[in-house]
């Protein structure tokens, strides 16, 4: 293992200042089996960093410790360089973390706008925790129109909606509450062509607006397109970091796979 | 090949043809269109069929006045199976709530107890069916017992109590200003427990289409994963919508003693089955995430016009259950279809 000295020196390439989210040497096991095994990661202001790894190397349960979901077993979580206890998604959004799920966490039944503030509504009369559903409705066609998402109907059920429509109303859910980081587990998984291109212009969008994102994926070639780093993750540790435009695909893949020299077994 | 310039795409949602679509679309599709149809065609048929007799003034208020706590526990209902559960326990709640509220009676006046005593009679009564009702939820949410069985489990405890304490026969004693007052007093020529049940859809209808605690039965019942990512606490939320429904049973029990004049302990065997009739047949999807209030009164009040309708025309009224039975199949078949269609989607 790294010292945390060690670990503070080899910070990541090309990116000057202070991280804005950190994870040092995670563990999480499950069983006996290792998921995350001293895993680190490391989020800087106003960027899109890809989180990516094959399947199995620990990228969801890494996620889902991020984000609170659940606990680890061991190493730390820093905020802005303050170390923080995440016990439930609440603590995590608390900080500024919000996470887009790659099963969508909305309720089919209730409209984009309830969606959007669903667990955070807005009050007519608060006392008696009458909804103003009128306000939510207006704020929510400012909060689409600023991600370049067009629905057809904000009132109908999310449930009628396309996939990318859903998974547009998803990430402006988690944009809309996000402070300082957004997760997003493979947005684009279930997605065609025309409605990928849209939420990776979302990305893009959201870190106009001063929210660093973290893509969870292995596509490699919309990792190139979007992100401004990547970090591998492979077998519960991280591995290599790059500047997206200092790697390629190939470089990628042997990260991932192991044809290349784990970075935080060199020492 | 020349390049020409295509115009760009804009979508025709805003119009407002388009928007007047979507409307009808939306009234169309609503499950309460269908269910107020049915209940029109009903009381069309009826009325030609024996015109001056059918929905007499007297007709609606018979039919009001038996469907009030069968409305009532009907609302409780059409929480539950929002966030997808179900609630067997209801008519047996019912007499549990009775049978505690008339043993305070028995013991602290009989008959002839005062306003005081009906006031805290009834209060035990609702305080019962709403813990009955919290046990069940605490069964469901925090134990993880499907509903079904947490309240199957529930109905047969219910019942036994109520034996236990009655020792299987109706107490005698309830008090007659409780059956004088609000079960057969009126106000504004309304009987009390119509205004009552009314009263009570009118609230709770409110509370399921305005306010957080509606918005979150319909999230729960929608997508609790969903729910639960957003920060609600979801077993704390089953919870209430079972002591609601509780609540509500226990309700209907006070408002049966005062309609009846006795605990009527083996008289609502059914009252499970009638309720969650009237819920479904209001639209309300046993899958979670759908209904309203709204369907729910219509839901209720169509098997009992069938049945005043048949009786009317002198059809042997037991074709009324028949019948029902039929419709609500067909209303969750419809269901079924509905989503699978959205599902495709």
Redesign the interface.
Known sequence: MTSPAAEAAAAGPGKSGAALLEARGIVKRYGHVQALDGASFTVYPGEVVALIGDNGAGKSTFTKVLSGVIRPDGGQILVNGEQVQLSGPVDARKHGIETVYQDLALAPDLDAAANLYLGRELYLIPALKVLNRKEMRRRAVTAFAQLGIQLPDVAAPVGALSGGQRQSVAVARAVAFASKVIFMDEPTAALGVVQRERVLDTIRRVREQGISVVLISHNMPEVLAVADRVEVLRMGRRVARYRASDTSIEELVGAMTGALAAEDDAA | MTTQQTPPVV?D?QTAPATAR?ILT?FVTANETWTLAALAILMIYFTSAAPGKFLTLSDLSLISQGAAPFLVMAIGQTFVIITAGIDLSVGFVLVLSGVVAGEYFQHNGGTNAGVGVIWVGALIGLATGAAWGVMQGVLVAKLKIPPLIATLAGLGGAQGLSYLITGGSDLPTVPKRLVSSIGQGTAFGVQWLIIGSFLTTLLFGLILA????G?YT??I???P???T????RVDRHLIKVYALSGLMAGLAGIMNLAYFGTTSISGHPLDNLTVITAVVLGGASLFG??GSIMGTLIGVFIPQMLLTGLIITKVNQYWDYIITGAVLAAAVYLDQFRRRL?ER?
Do not use: D, L, M
């Open positions: 979508p949602e979507r939306r305005y306010t957080r605690f918005e319909y999230a019942g929608s997508n994963e969903a729910a990512r957003a920060g609600i995430g759908r959205r989607v």
